[in-house]
C-alpha cells in the first residue's frame, strides 16, 4: 500500500504565500513522478504543476511564475512553493504519484486526500 499525505494548506490573502508539502510512504520502488493538481468548487479537477523524475518541471500557464514544484528524492516529497496568490487559486489541492510498487511492477497512480487553500481577496 501507498500514502500520499500532503500538508500546508491555509487561509491567506491576495498576495500571500503557501507551501504545499506530500510526502510518499508506504511500498514504493520507484517514483517516476510527482505533481500537483486542484478542484475548484463547481469545476472540474485541474493540472498545477508536474516534476517528473530527473525531468524539467511545468507548469500550468496560470500559475507559471508564481507556484514552484520542488521535490526532496530522499524523502519521496513533493512540495508547491506559492506565490502571489489570487483569489482564483482557491481550490483543494491534490498530491499525485505515478509511481512502482517493485521490481518489474508497472507504475500506478496514486492520489493524496487533498489539502484546502482559500484566498482572500
Known amino acids: 500500500q501507498v500514502q500520499l499525505v500532503e500538508s500546508g494548506g491555509g487561509l491567506v490573502q491576495a498576495g500571500g504565500s503557501l507551501r504545499l508539502s506530500c510526502a510518499a510512504s508506504?511500498?514504493?520502488?520507484?517514483?517516476?513522478?510527482m505533481n500537483w493538481y486542484r478542484q475548484a468548487p463547481g469545476k472540474q479537477r485541474e493540472w498545477v504543476a508536474s516534476?517528473?523524475?530527473?525531468?524539467?518541471?511545468t507548469y500550468a500557464d496560470s500559475v507559471k511564475g508564481r507556484f514552484t514544484i520542488s521535490r526532496d528524492n530522499a524523502k519521496n516529497t513533493v512540495y508547491l512553493q506559492m506565490n502571489a496568490l489570487k483569489p482564483e487559486d482557491t481550490a483543494l489541492y491534490y498530491c499525485?504519484?505515478?509511481?512502482?510498487?517493485?521490481?518489474?511492477?508497472?507504475?500506478?497512480?496514486?492520489w493524496g486526500q487533498g489539502t484546502q487553500v482559500t484566498v482572500s481577496s
Open positions: 508506504g511500498s514504493i520502488f520507484s517514483i517516476t513522478a
Open positions: 499525485h504519484a505515478l509511481l512502482i510498487n517493485g521490481i518489474g511492477a508497472s507504475a500506478r497512480n496514486y
Open positions: 516534476a517528473p523524475n530527473g525531468g524539467t518541471t
